[in-house]
Every structure is written in structure tokens, then in C-alpha cells.
């Protein structure tokens, strides 16, 4: 047990932090007397006395951790922190810890799958909780992109390890990530204030602002009205709304440099935003030729607005919508879910196998038809202007093919359980891109709800696997990974 | 032009020969007067006559072949000669171009999805002419399988360079490949003369004995019957052909070796029968255990002798039917859809990724679990006793994603054509497999005839992607490929 004590200090500290956070909601439902309070009291106090029970024990063990120790960290935090962020909503709404675990991981993993409705009659103060989990869990998922994962070597995310702002020389594990946090989260909060004043400026309610950005900033989904931003129903709040969705799709160590050199250089020298913004503009131009065609729509204007906006919130994996797409021909629907799985970039909160990979997976394959043709050519696979070590190129192929059998084998699990097919691939992948709404029967007009409790906690799983980019989570689960 | 005359010089010569197989069921035609003869001397004259034309021209060129020639030969072979093969039934059945040329591209691919309905009321001729393209098929497909695409290198298929029966060293491309294709084609005969007698002795007749054995052999999966196997309704006769199924479903080149060698030794130390058998028989058991808890079959041994024979053929790439399974419980259908993608082994006349590219992913990713936690870790991947070296790798990797993206690509496109998903994406996968029957409008109780000709088209570019294991195809169709 001793040597999981720097593991047990850490997690406990982060503990302590996050049953602050609830101080949060906990103050909002007293002011208002919203009659929620009840359920954060408790909550708070039960996740700060098991913080403070972890830590003490463990206070001593100031030992650096190495980076077995920061699989498992990663992996904790991810499953149990959801444990203590679902108390509220299990206290208050007396929903079952099934969907009150799977409403906290889709929180914290910034998905935005919900099984909740009626929501424009909930306590605000619970509205809050749900979207504050997603900006919480935008801030753990920017850190974890761009300095935890590339230090852990997932899925050829070293290849990302020079471009992050901070400290670079190959020093210990803790002060380089807390250095790198606190840059993107100045980046992240100051973004977060623009949207919130962006969208009070355009006509919401300060409070619906707030929440709005929340969950706009984490690109997870939740919304404080059942018909989600429809209900605004307002141009202005969607331009607003796509605009700081493709923000948060982006890079956000792009974005620390940018304004931290005052330029925009640095934008222009991703290698993936040319590529994440220029299909999805492509996308939503011919997605809007198409529904024009088949007749959806009848203006292009009107087709331009609402495949604009759904392209964009659903490939960045925010699931808002404004209209129920489902309605749509399903290719369209079809379309957006798979853009969702690979076109956000490195270093955003957005889910999927991200830009970077996606392109180094298009170029090795170029490079085994070229080394067909020619057995003995040398063809290094360049991204930007540096060619991908080869281990790297391994570690990248892996993922791709892992994340595709991932969702083969729990789409064949949720079928195998009797869900009707195009329901459960569509949870499936909603679920592991951290989407939110699928298609069918968890389409954007009904929630997760349907689903039995064994599919909730497929789903739930799939969120995981996809917001710790499979691998950390899998690397826990080997047996190797626990002998010693 | 010039740099091309000797794969026209070759082409020609294999159009002479394959003109010759359509003498087969002319004279059966004429012997039978079943009314078709008109169809066959046609098809036969024409053949013969481009291969004439284009051996003439080019009859001076008999340089050897290169690996770039050895792409364009290949290629145009899949492409060109379903054009002749499909001529007979164009000419006798009045089918479209696109619905002619898709069953024949289906017989020679031994995919075994048809267009026909009717099939009991067709001239016996046509029916033999069907099952023998299977055949012809399936030799040509274990040549490509075992000598040929080793030679080029596709998808890691060099691997298997050393096991190839025949005189091994590095000699030219022709000679080699002579050798070691009369080897296997006399397996390939003996095995399918064992199979015709076996059925014959099971209760078919002579002609279905033959048809059957053809595309039983090939695993190919045409039947002269409507219902299929449904039709004789006989466990014997399904027991004999599950046996051949599994036979023609691992390597052919093992078997030449176990023949020749009169011992069971090869099987023993093939890598993948283990494994192939293995995931078949696990799976015939769960489905039957599965089938019979659904309460699709009341006792358990009539759900274990339907789950036997159609899991074997789905899984082995035939597509033979004994009853509807489509109207099993979903779970079925699509656990046997799965495992056709890779269960037959490599140097079968089986379809998908193959078993052994299979195992070398599946090692891939656990090493890359290894590297994940010891990132200096030396960790082969090893098949048998053999260290996979790193180019084969990258093939396999490189192979198992762009399978994954053509099936997505092209489930894509049959949804944007109109296509209702379920029956767009088993299309595409029962045809980039080379299985044949898929789901819903597509499945073993019906035909491809619903289908549109565009979407005839994208089914029967699947088959060929899937038979030449799409990089032989794709490199054909890059532009650097034909710049000098």
C-alpha cells in the first residue's frame, strides 16, 4: 500500500479543491433559496472529510511521481471524482446512481449526454452544478491534452510535447504541469468571461450567459432548457456560440502563444487548424447544398443557419442544437457524427482521435501505397516540417485502431443487450467522441434516459475511454500494469 | 505505350485461357439443350478474339514482368474479366450491364451476392457457368493470395513469402509463381473432387453436388436454389459442406505442405488455424447458447445444428443460408457480419483482413500498452517464432485502417444515395469481405436486385477493394503510380 501513497496525497489534495468547487452551487442555491441546498451540504462535506481522510495518511509521501503513478492518478480522478460530483443531483432529483454517475461522468468528461428532462424546471443551482462540471472538466481535459498526456506518451502524443508553453526541459512531473495549467487556464478563463458577455450582451439572461459559456467552454452540451439553445432561438447567440465552439476546438496552446505574443502567427503555424477549419467550412457547404436538394429546407439562408450551426456543435463534440436534427435525411445526421469523431484539434476540450491523428494516419497510409510501388524508397512522414519518429507513428496507428475496435465491440455489447442497432452505434460513438446526442432512440429531441441501466454504464465507460484517449484507461486495466 | 506491351502480352494469353472455361458450359448447353447455348458462344467468340488481338499486338514482349507491371496485371484481371464473364448472362438473362457485370464480379471475387432471383428456374448451364466463375475464382484468388501479393507486398503480406510452397529464392517473378500455383491448384482439384463426392453421397445430385462443391470451395456462397441450403433441409448435407467450408477457410498453402508431407504437422504449427478454429467454435456455441435462451429455437441441438451452419458460412466468407437468419435476434446476424472481417486465414479463398494481420494488430496494440508504462521497453511482435519486422508493421497497421475507413467511406456514400443505414453499412461489409448475403433488404432471404445501379456500383467496387486487398487497387489509382 505505501507506495501508492504519493498517488493517494495527490488524489486526496485534488479532493479537497474540487469539494470547494461545490461551495459554488451550494452558496448560488442559498441566495436564491432555490431549495437544493440540502443536497450540496452534504455533498461537501462528505467529499471534503474523504479528501482530508486520503490526504492525512499520505501527507508525508512528497515523493515525485513516476509515470505509472500518473496512469492511475489520471485514471482516479476520472472514475471517482464523477462519484462525488453525481451526490447533488442523486440527493436532490432521487434519480438512481446508474444515471446520476453517468450525468456526472458526461458532465466532467465534457459530453453533454444527458438522461435528464424537464429541465427548465429545475432547481437553477442544480443547472449550475451540471454546467460547471463541464467548464471544470474542460480545465482537467486542457491540461491533460497538451501536458499530461504527452508526458504519459498516449497514443503519439509526445509528438505535441514541444509545442507546450512552459518550462520544456525534461524536469520533473509536477512543477512543469502546474506551470503549463496555469497558462492555459488564464487562456481558458479569459475566453470563458469573453463568451460569458458575449452572450448576455445578445439577449440571455445573465445566469443562462453563464451557464451557456460553461458548457460552450468545456464543449460538452448540457443545457439549462429542454430544447437546448432552440429555445433562444436567436441568430446572434448561435454566431456567438459557433464562434467560441471553433475557439475551444482549437488548440489551446495555440491560443496561450497567440496572445501571449500579441500575433497570430502562431495560428498559422498549426498544422492542424487549417485543415479542422477548412473541412468543416467545406461540410457545412455542401450539408447545406444537400438539404436544399432533398427539400428540408427551402431557403438556403435558412439551410446555411441550422447546418452551420449543428456541423459545428457537433464535430467540436458540443451537442447543442437548435432544431431537431434528427428530422433530417439520415446521411446528414450521419455526416455530422462522423465528423465529430476526428476533427477537433489536439489540445481543445473536443473529443474524438483529433486532427493531428487523423492527418498522420492519412499520410502513413499515402506512404504504404508509395512503398508498394517502390519496396525500398525512403518517405519520412512529415507533419509541419518535422518528420514523425517512428515510435510515434506506431503509437498512432495503435489508437486508430483501437479506438475503431472500441466502438465495434461495445456497439456489438449494446446490441448483444437489445438495443436496436443504429440507437446503440450511435450512443457508442456520441459517447466515446464525448458528443453528447446520437441518433434514434438518444437523438437530440430525447435523452439518454431510454437506455437500461447495463447501457447507461456502456455508455458512461465509453465516455472515459474516450476523454483518457483509451490507452491511459487500458493501461490501468492490464494485469502488467499491477505486477510488481 | 511501349512499357506496357508485356502486360498485355500476359493479359491476352489469360483471356485465351479463360475463353476456353466458357466451353464448359457451352457444351454442357448443347449437350443438355437447356436454351442457352446462343449465350455462350457469343461470350466465347468475343473473348477469344480480344485475347487473340491483344496477345497478337504484343506478342514479341515476352520481357519478365516487374512489380509495378505485377499491380496493372492484377488489377486489370479482377476488373476486366467479369466484363467477358458476365456477357453469358446478359446475353441469355436480359440483366442490365451493371446487374451482369455485378454477378460476375461476384462470382470471380467468390463473393457470392446476387442479383438474380429465380434461381431454381434458370438453365442448369447458367447456373454451372455461375458456380464455376467461383471456382475459377478461388484458383485464381489462392495464386493472388499466396504468390502473387507477397510478391508486391501488400498489407504486411510479405510475411508469408517464406511458407509458399515451390522454389523460394529470390528468382523472377514468373517462374516462381508457375510453381507454386500448380501445387495449389492440384489441392484446390483433389480437395473439390472430395467435396463433390462427399455431397453426392450426402443426396444431392450430380449437377448440385458440382455447383455446390464449386462455390463451397471458393467460398463463394452462389446456390442454384432460391432457399439455398434451406432447400434440402439436410444435416448431413450441411454437416459436409460446414467440414469444407472450414477446410477452404484456412490456408491452402498448409495444406499443400500437409499433403504432400502426409502429416497433420503443418495444421499444428499454422498460426492462425488455432485461432480460426477456435473463434469459429466459440462462436457457433455462444450463437446456438444464445439463439436458444432467445427462444428463436425451442431445443438446443436444432439451434446449435442452424447456428453451426450459417455462423460457419457468414464467418468463412460463403454465404450460404439455411434458414432466414435475419429474422434472428440482431445480436446474431452481427456477431457473424464481425467475424467474417477477419476470421479466415491468409492463403484461403476467404475473404476480410485475414486471421493472421488479426493477431499481428491485436499484439501491436498490447505492445504499445507495454511502451505506454515502459516507454524503453523492447517488445517484438511476434508471430510464431518470428519477430514481425517493422515495414511489415506499418503494412499491417496501415491495411487494418484503411479497411476500417472503406467500409466507413463507402457506408457513406450508400447513405448520402438513400440508402436505409442498416442495409448500406452489411452491403458494404458483406461485399468488402467477399461474403456475400448482408442485413434488412439485403439479407439471405432477398437480393441485391433492390438496389439502385449506383449503388450496385459502390457494392461491387467493395467486393474488388476487398479481393485485392484494397492497397493493390489503390496504388493503381494514385497518379504517381502511371508518372514515369
Request: hydrophobic share 55%; glycine share 8%; with cysteine.
Amino acid at each position: 500500500m505505501k507506495r501508492y501513497y504519493p498517488v493517494v496525497r495527490a488524489f486526496g489534495l485534488l479532493l479537497i479543491c474540487f469539494a470547494l468547487t461545490l461551495l459554488a452551487p451550494l452558496l448560488l442555491s442559498w441566495w436564491l433559496d432555490d431549495g437544493a441546498h440540502s443536497a450540496y451540504d452534504e455533498t461537501f462535506l462528505l467529499t471534503l472529510a474523504v479528501g482530508l481522510l486520503l490526504w492525512w495518511p499520505a501527507r508525508h509521501a512528497k515523493t515525485e511521481l513516476k509515470v505509472r503513478d500518473g496512469f492511475l492518478l489520471v485514471v482516479l480522478v476520472w472514475t471517482l471524482l464523477p462519484l462525488f460530483a453525481c451526490l447533488p443531483l442523486l440527493l436532490h432529483l432521487k434519480i438512481s446512481f446508474t444515471d446520476a454517475y453517468f450525468e456526472a461522468v458526461s458532465g466532467l468528461t465534457a459530453s453533454g449526454g444527458t438522461v435528464l428532462s424537464g429541465l427548465d424546471a429545475m432547481p437553477l443551482s442544480i443547472n449550475f452544478w451540471r454546467t460547471f462540471m463541464h467548464w471544470i472538466g474542460g480545465m482537467g481535459v486542457v491540461v491533460l491534452a497538451v501536458a499530461i498526456l504527452p508526458l504519459l506518451g498516449i497514443g503519439g502524443r509526445q509528438m505535441l510535447r514541444a509545442e507546450v508553453p512552459g518550462p520544456m526541459k525534461e524536469t520533473s512531473l509536477t512543477p512543469r504541469i502546474a506551470e503549463t495549467a496555469k497558462g492555459l487556464w488564464g487562456v481558458y478563463l479569459l475566453l470563458t468571461t469573453a463568451c460569458v458577455l458575449a452572450l448576455w450582451f445578445f439577449g440571455m439572461e445573465p445566469w443562462d450567459a453563464l451557464m451557456h459559456a460553461f458548457s460552450v467552454m468545456g464543449l460538452g452540451g448540457f443545457s439549462t432548457k429542454d430544447a437546448s439553445l432552440g429555445h433562444f432561438n436567436s441568430l446572434p447567440i448561435e454566431l456567438t456560440v459557433m464562434f467560441f465552439a471553433l475557439l475551444s476546438g482549437l488548440n489551446y496552446a495555440t491560443h496561450f502563444l497567440a496572445l501571449h505574443g500579441r500575433s497570430l502567427k502562431p495560428y498559422r503555424n498549426d498544422p492542424e487548424a487549417p485543415y479542422f477549419l477548412g473541412l468543416l467550412a467545406a461540410s457545412i457547404l455542401a450539408l447545406s447544398c444537400y438539404l436544399l436538394v432533398v427539400g428540408t429546407f427551402e431557403h438556403f439562408g435558412q439551410a446555411l443557419r441550422y447546418v452551420a450551426f449543428h456541423s459545428i456543435s457537433l464535430a467540436t463534440s458540443l451537442g447543442l442544437s437548435t432544431t431537431d436534427y434528427g428530422q433530417w435525411p439520415f446521411f446528414a445526421q450521419l455526416w455530422m457524427l462522423f465528423l465529430g469523431s476526428f476533427i477537433a484539434c489536439s489540445g481543445s476540450t473536443g473529443g474524438g482521435i483529433k486532427m493531428i491523428r487523423a492527418m498522420i494516419l492519412y499520410k502513413q497510409v499515402y506512404r504504404e501505397l508509395i512503398r508498394a510501388m517502390h519496396p525500398s524508397v525512403v518517405w519520412p512522414v512529415r507533419i509541419g516540417s518535422s518528420p514523425v519518429p517512428q515510435n510515434i507513428l506506431f503509437a498512432v496507428l495503435a489508437f486508430g485502431f483501437v479506438y475503431m475496435t472500441s466502438i465495434v465491440s461495445m456497439t456489438l455489447l449494446m446490441s448483444l443487450s437489445g438495443l436496436e442497432i443504429v440507437t446503440g452505434f450511435s450512443a457508442v460513438v456520441a459517447s466515446i467522441n464525448n458528443t453528447g446526442p446520437g441518433l434514434g432512440g438518444v437523438g437530440p429531441s430525447t435523452t439518454y434516459a431510454a437506455l437500461d441501466d447495463f447501457q447507461t454504464w456502456i455508455c458512461a465507460f465509453a465516455m472515459l475511454l474516450g476523454r483518457l484517449e483509451i490507452f491511459t484507461l487500458l493501461v490501468v486495466l492490464t494485469p502488467a500494469f499491477w505486477r510488481r | 505505350m511501349r512499357s506496357f506491351y508485356p502486360v498485355v502480352r500476359v493479359f491476352g494469353v489469360l483471356l485465351i485461357g479463360f475463353s476456353l472455361t466458357l466451353l464448359v458450359p457451352l457444351g454442357f448447353s448443347w449437350y443438355w439443350h437447356d436454351g442457352a447455348e446462343l449465350a455462350y458462344d457469343e461470350a466465347f467468340a468475343l473473348t477469344l478474339l480480344v485475347g487473340l488481338v491483344l496477345y497478337w499486338s504484343a506478342r514479341h514482349h515476352d520481357d519478365d514482368l516487374k512489380v509495378r507491371d505485377g499491380f496493372l496485371i492484377v488489377v486489370l484481371v479482377w476488373t476486366l474479366l467479369p466484363l467477358f464473364a458476365g456477357m453469358p448472362l446478359m446475353f441469355q438473362l436480359g440483366i442490365s450491364f451493371t446487374d451482369a457485370y455485378f454477378e460476375a464480379m461476384s462470382g470471380l471475387t467468390t463473393t457470392g451476392a446476387t442479383v438474380l432471383s429465380n434461381l431454381d428456374a434458370l438453365p442448369p448451364s447458367i447456373n454451372l457457368w455461375r458456380g464455376m466463375m467461383v471456382w475459377l475464382g478461388g484458383m485464381g484468388l489462392i495464386v493472388l493470395a499466396v504468390a502473387i501479393l507477397p510478391l508486391l507486398g501488400i498489407g504486411g503480406r510479405q510475411m508469408f513469402k517464406a511458407e509458399t510452397p515451390g522454389p523460394m529464392k529470390d528468382s523472377q517473378l514468373t517462374p516462381r509463381m508457375t510453381q507454386t500455383a500448380k501445387g495449389l491448384w492440384a489441392v484446390y482439384a483433389v480437395v473439390t473432387a472430395l467435396c463433390i463426392l462427399a455431397l453426392h453421397w450426402a443426396g444431392m445430385n450430380w449437377f448440385d453436388a458440382v455447383m455446390h462443391a464449386f462455390t463451397t470451395m471458393g467460398l463463394g456462397g452462389f446456390s442454384s436454389h432460391d432457399a439455398s441450403f434451406g432447400y434440402w433441409n439436410s444435416p448431413a448435407i450441411e454437416a459436409v459442406v460446414v467440414v469444407f467450408m472450414l477446410l477452404a477457410g484456412m490456408n491452402f498453402a498448409t495444406m499443400f505442405l500437409a499433403l504432400s508431407g502426409r502429416s497433420v504437422q503443418p495444421y499444428l504449427s499454422d498460426p492462425e488455424v488455432r485461432w480460426f478454429l477456435g473463434v469459429t467454435l466459440a462462436s457457433v456455441l455462444g450463437i446456438a447458447f444464445y439463439l436458444w435462451l432467445q427462444g428463436t429455437y425451442v431445443d438446443f441441438l436444432t439451434a446449435l445444428r442452424h447456428a453451426a451452419f450459417n455462423v460457419v458460412s457468414i464467418a468463412t466468407t460463403t454465404g450460404f443460408a439455411s434458414v432466414d437468419y435475419n429474422q434472428w435476434p440482431f445480436f446474431a446476424p452481427l456477431w457473424m457480419l464481425f467475424l467474417c472481417s477477419f476470421v479466415t486465414s491468409a492463403g484461403s479463398t476467404g475473404g476480410g483482413i485475414k486471421m493472421i494481420r488479426a493477431i499481428i494488430l491485436y499484439k501491436q496494440v498490447y505492445r504499445e500498452l507495454m511502451r505506454a508504462m515502459h516507454p524503453n521497453i523492447v517488445w517484438p511482435v511476434r508471430v510464431g517464432d518470428n519477430a514481425v519486422p517493422h515495414n511489415i508493421l506499418f503494412a499491417v497497421l496501415a491495411f487494418g485502417f484503411m479497411y476500417m475507413t472503406s467500409i466507413v467511406t463507402m457506408t457513406l456514400l450508400l447513405s448520402a444515395s438513400g440508402l436505409e443505414i442498416v442495409t448500406a453499412f452489411s452491403a458494404v461489409v458483406a461485399s468488402i469481405n467477399n461474403t456475400g448475403p448482408g442485413l434488412n433488404q439485403v439479407g439471405p432471404a432477398t437480393t441485391f436486385q433492390v438496389l439502385s445501379d449506383f449503388q450496385t456500383w459502390v457494392c461491387t467496387f467493395a467486393m474488388l477493394l476487398g479481393r485485392l486487398e484494397i492497397f493493390t487497387l489503390l496504388v493503381v489509382l494514385t497518379p504517381a503510380f502511371w508518372r514515369r
